[in-house]
């Protein structure tokens, strides 16, 4: 049963976004640099948001995703058990508390998806719209704050973004909105504008290539040459404002060859994947154990050359989820990212035609979608914002499928 229409619902569905992006906020709070903390005061809040609606409406998980959860625990149990055979020195702890804290990640991330499917659509877009213009001005405000150097007195990052630690975390939560906006409104081009402006602005790499990801899928061929054509006039322009420190800064991550720290931490995230499946024979390093066991590489080597204080930079995320996940899981590792590139691809070739069936589908699938950035490009870790909304949208595949074989068989 959809929702009842009445205010409160629009406000509550707003605070339980917005709760999720403000995992920098309480990670802050409580003195932690990790967004798994934050993650984890999010969760409790949500929880507390089910029981005090729980007169509303019934919440219920699928027996068959339960069990699916369980067999995944019980994998990744297994996998690391034969891991501890080949490697030394394993962080027992670090596996053990994020076992749990996945397990009751993807049990939540259930719910979520249930209250979510009860949402009327008019609610979700309006919504989605405000949560874009909150994150835009956000971007906006620390452009000014970056631009006067007062933000370095708020954080040790000079480019610290009000409620995000750093860019990165701003781009990787700011992209799906981007993405559900541009589909849903007919002048896409004001919305890739902005992003572009930020991107430049902030001097982000990541948000470029977002943003450029989120052209092509929307765009034909020769529009998106159009498109592309008039927002590199505008960044030539803004170029010769600065003196030409865009182009600079731009081309920098763009040749793998270069001393850029970004450069080499990508590159030692997968550098090291590649070496930890020669170690471990392709069977992987086990779950939570990227930095803890198996070879630094080269171009971790070169951070630390470079300065003793970056030897432990990204040491256990790598940079990009597919790194750290094809390290500590091997060929399974790969299979899974196959899986996913799979269905990305399908996604692709229906949001092309623009035939997704609902705004709540469009929801999921924008936070699937987008998850190819954190995959390749850049990516934090497995406890934040768009690792669980990964995990929701995966549970919504699943939700999809188990309904339509429930109504098949009737």
Not at 236 to 248: A, G, P, T, V, Y
Not at 293 to 318: E, F, M, R, T, W
Not at 368 to 394: E, K, V
Request: hydrophobic content about 55%; overall charge positive; charged content about 10%.
């Amino acid at each position: 049963m959809v929702l009842k229409t009445r205010k409160f619902i629009f406000y509550i569905v707003f605070i339980i976004i917005f709760n999720f992006i403000l995992l920098d906020v309480y990670a802050k709070i409580l003195k932690s640099s990790s967004p798994a903390i934050g993650l984890f005061i999010a969760i409790l809040f949500f929880i507390f948001i089910l029981f005090a609606l729980s007169r509303y409406f019934y919440l219920s998980i699928n027996t068959k995703y339960f069990f699916i959860v369980l067999i995944l625990i019980i994998f990744i149990c297994l996998h690391f058990f034969i891991a501890t055979l080949i490697f030394k020195n394993i962080n027992l702890y670090k596996f053990s508390f994020s076992l749990f804290f996945l397990f009751v990640i993807l049990i939540i991330s259930g719910f979520f998806v249930i209250f979510f499917v009860k949402i009327k659509k008019k609610y979700l877009d309006k919504i989605m719209e405000i949560v874009f213009w909150i994150l835009a001005i956000i971007g906006f405000l620390s452009i000014i704050l970056i631009r006067l150097k007062i933000a370095k007195y708020f954080s040790s990052d000079p480019k610290f973004m009000i409620f995000f630690s750093e860019p990165s975390h701003y781009v990787l939560t700011f992209l799906p909105f981007l993405f559900y906006n541009i589909y849903v409104h007919k002048n896409k081009f004001l919305y890739l504008f902005i992003s572009f402006l930020i991107a430049l602005s902030v001097r982000n790499a990541t948000l470029i290539v977002g943003t450029f990801l989120i052209i092509f899928t929307f765009y034909s061929f020769k529009k998106t040459i159009a498109i592309m054509f008039i927002l590199i006039l505008f960044f030539l322009f803004l170029d010769s404002i600065e003196n030409f420190k865009l182009s600079h800064y731009f081309f920098s991550r763009i040749m793998l060859n270069s001393n850029n720290i970004s450069v080499l931490v990508f590159l030692s995230g997968w550098n090291r994947a590649f070496l930890s499946l020669l170690e471990s024979y392709g069977w992987g390093l086990g779950f939570q154990q990227f930095g803890f066991v198996g070879h630094v590489g080269y171009y971790q080597h070169l951070l630390s050359a470079i300065s003793p204080a970056l030897s432990k930079l990204n040491l256990y995320d790598g940079g990009t989820i597919g790194s750290k996940f094809i390290a500590e899981f091997g060929i399974f590792g790969i299979i899974m990212l196959i899986i996913y590139l799979k269905i990305w691809i399908g996604y692709l070739l229906k949001l092309r035609r623009y035939n997704i069936n609902s705004n709540i589908e469009l929801f999921f699938i924008s936070f699937y979608f987008m998850y190819i950035i954190d995959i390749f490009i850049r990516g934090m870790n497995y406890f934040d914002f768009p690792t669980f909304m990964l995990l929701s949208s995966i549970y919504f595949l699943l939700y999809k499928n188990f309904n339509y074989k429930k109504s098949t068989s009737e």
